[in-house]
């Protein structure tokens, strides 16, 4: 279980909180950082990337989406190996694809609205959850 910060990356301020709200609910141990923008979590990465175990990432952002973002960072060794999970509301079988392209290591894809449930799932192996 890791011990590192998990970055939520969302434009909707409610929905970062939410995702927070839902994970504390759920026994998640671990501090959170939150960015606003990919341009905001790459600079969070680029000074904190040491800290980091687990990046949460909406697709649908103004200016960089999460696939932008994705593809920025997929190529730089110190952050290429953080877990990504996507965490957005394209669930189409071809959306997880593109997804999958932009990251051949992405570590999972929850659709939104999503159940306290299905996220734990998708993160139980990355962060530290007590009960």
């Known amino acids: 279980m890791a011990e590192g910060k998990i970055l939520v990356v969302d434009d909707s301020d409610l929905e970062r909180e939410l995702l927070i709200e839902v994970l504390k609910g759920a026994g998640v141990r671990n501090e959170f950082l939150q960015a606003k923008s990919g341009e905001e979590a790459i600079q969070l990465l680029g000074s904190r990337y040491k800290e980091i175990c687990l990046i949460l990432l909406d697709w649908q952002m103004p200016e960089m989406s999460g696939l932008e973002f994705m593809r920025a960072v997929v190529n ?14 394209s669930g189409t079988e071809t959306d997880r694809q593109t997804a999958s392209d932009a990251n051949p290591n992405l570590a999972g894809y929850v659709v939104k609205p999503y159940s306290p449930e299905s996220l734990c799932e998708a993160i139980h192996s990355f962060v530290n959850i007590q009960p």
């Not at 730089?76 to 957005?88: H, L, R």
């Open 76 to 89: 730089v060794p110190a952050v290429a190996q953080k877990s990504i999970i996507m965490v957005t509301a």
